[in-house]
């Protein structure tokens, strides 16, 4: 599969990916541009060697689907799969502040709506533990702070009923 793109001085075909042979009938084609026209040509290989190239395509114009604003991407997470899933998120992007604070306001909502915070104690753990390193990465962002605080009370909140150890674990954490 080669593809040039369909501007005036792009007349060189080039392969696609770093595939040498494409073995299925449908194949995704990687790093393609935005509102770039492209054509692509094909050939194939039997018991009797490479085949000549097709004719070009028409041109094609990738279009991305709508990325997700990060509010509503922590939204589904915490539709789809609760505040275990709001944390795995918040794990994967410790450094990105948007991630941390809308995976924060999300936390308060489930634990907000369910009146008696976070009812596993692990989960409840988890939450803790996200929001003070999300409060140690992010020391100087007011908001940040603030929601990750009312997560807290919500993580200690549900661990009433819980261990003495994540008591203990968190209060200890809190204090570095």
Do not use: Y
Not at 17 to 35: K, M, N, Q, S, Y
Not at 93 to 98: D, M
Not at 132 to 145: E, I, K
Request: charged residues 25%; glycine residues 8%.
């Amino acid at each position: 599969l080669e593809s040039r793109g369909a501007g005036k001085f792009d007349c060189e075909w080039r392969p696609v990916g770093a595939f040498a042979t494409i073995t299925t009938r449908e194949f995704l084609a990687p790093h393609l541009v935005r509102d770039a026209g492209i054509f692509f040509r094909v050939r194939a290989k039997n018991a009797g060697g490479w085949g000549d190239w097709s004719e070009p395509s028409d041109v094609v114009v990738p279009m991305t689907k709508p990325l997700l604003s990060c509010a509503e991407k922590m939204r589904r997470a915490a539709t789809q799969g609760g505040v275990q899933t709001v944390v795995a998120a918040m794990r994967r992007a410790p450094s990105v502040v948007e991630v941390q604070k809308r995976g924060c306001k999300q936390i308060i909502a489930a634990a907000t709506r369910h009146r008696g915070g976070i009812k596993r104690a692990k989960v409840a753990e988890d939450a803790a533990t996200v929001a003070l390193d999300a409060m140690d990465t992010f020391h100087a962002d007011a908001d940040l702070q603030a929601d990750a605080i009312l997560v807290l009370g919500w993580c200690f909140a549900s661990s009433s009923s819980s261990s003495s150890s994540f008591r203990s674990s968190s209060d200890e954490a809190l204090l570095q």
